[in-house]
């Protein structure tokens, strides 16, 4: 018996060493940024006239599925942050 709670607990230990990225939907996305749906897109569209390279592109995920990766969302929002005038 042991044996077998000395292998799970290794199994949890190198779970929680696995940090896997979280991924956010567009409904999510559009919550923390306050930004609106075609607002992001025309971000991402270089030929907009809102094209903005600093924002974070999307990840397909399977065919008409996309996430955006959440530590580069917050990364993106913490730069305007920090970017603005006091």
């Not at 809102?50 to 065919?63: A, E, G, L, M």
Request: proline fraction near 5%.
């Amino acid at each position: 018996m042991e044996n077998l709670n000395t292998k799970n607990q290794n199994n949890t230990a190198n779970l929680s060493t696995l940090c896997l990225p979280r991924m956010l939907p567009l409904k999510e996305v559009t919550y923390h940024t306050g930004l609106s749906s075609t607002t992001i897109y025309d971000m991402l569209d270089k030929k907009s006239k809102r094209y903005d390279p600093t924002f974070p592109v999307q990840v397909k995920i399977s065919k008409g599925r996309v996430a955006w990766v959440e530590s580069e969302v917050a990364g993106w929002i913490k730069g305007k942050i920090s970017a603005r005038v006091h």
